[in-house]
């Protein structure tokens, strides 16, 4: 079994500082990790992904996030915050195959102060 | 890129009625579609997933008879609500695996439903 920990449900930034979303990961398989985004009343886009390649993913709109198997985190990072970020984020995991489901986290709302 | 679309993006109906949802890949086809079901503020419940030609796999604890699910071709998946409740109101988001590999799932844009 599978399954995803977002500590807390809000993360409040000024602009231009430092995202830091914390995500943790329990699997007993190699995962697929991912990270998506919602906005108000919309469904999911994909930010980044995780698939056994390099560590450290980098995604779009600036965002990266770094698999640390060792602590079973997959954290996602902004270096300097814009108003348009705020939304909410999913951070998932998966089994490696195609045929794996998806299991989410609860999620995480960013805002962003001017 | 890969577009899913959803279908209506709102409804409002009355308490017995029943609602479908439709679930589009526009430039890809999809033989597995996947239904989830999202309250306010929380994470997305995984529904059941939806498979061109055969029967639809229901995730446990979802009625397969209050939540239909066809999925008669590789670009359309559709969900029933069947007798719907106020307890059913609920933003209720398709998606569809992307290509072959790492497990990617695009998104449709979600239908609110509000049941009377």
């Known amino acids: 079994a599978q399954s995803v920990t977002q500590l807390g449900s809000h993360v409040s930034v000024s602009e231009g500082a430092l995202v830091l979303l914390r995500c943790n990961y329990s699997?007993?398989?190699?995962?697929?990790l991912f990270w998506y985004v919602q906005y108000p009343n919309q469904g999911l886009q994909l930010l980044l992904k995780y698939t056994s390649a390099a560590t450290l993913v980098k995604g779009i709109n600036g965002f990266e996030a770094e698999f640390k198997k060792s602590e079973t985190s997959f954290h996602l990072t902004k270096p300097s915050a814009h108003m348009s970020d705020a939304a909410e984020y999913f951070c998932a995991v998966s089994e490696i195959g195609a045929n794996s489901k998806l299991t989410f986290g609860k999620g995480i709302t960013l805002s962003v102060r001017p | 890129g890969a577009v899913v679309s959803q279908h209506p993006s709102w409804v409002i109906c009355k308490s017995g009625t029943s609602v479908k949802i439709e679930c589009r890949s526009l430039?890809?086809?999809?033989?597995?579609m996947f239904w989830y079901r999202q309250f306010p503020k929380q994470s997305l419940m995984l529904m059941a997933t939806s498979n061109e030609g055969s029967k639809a796999t229901y995730e446990q604890g979802v009625e397969k008879d209050k939540f239909l699910i066809n999925h008669a071709s590789l670009t359309l998946s559709t969900l029933t609500v069947t007798s719907a409740h106020p307890e059913d109101s609920s933003f209720y988001i398709c998606?569809?695996?992307?290509?072959?590999?790492?497990?990617?799932?695009?998104f449709g844009a979600g239908s609110r439903l509000t049941v009377l």
């Open positions: 998606s569809a695996r992307v290509g072959a590999g790492a497990n990617v799932l695009t």
């Open positions: 430039d890809f086809q999809a033989t597995t």
């Open positions: 699997s007993s398989v190699p995962p697929y």
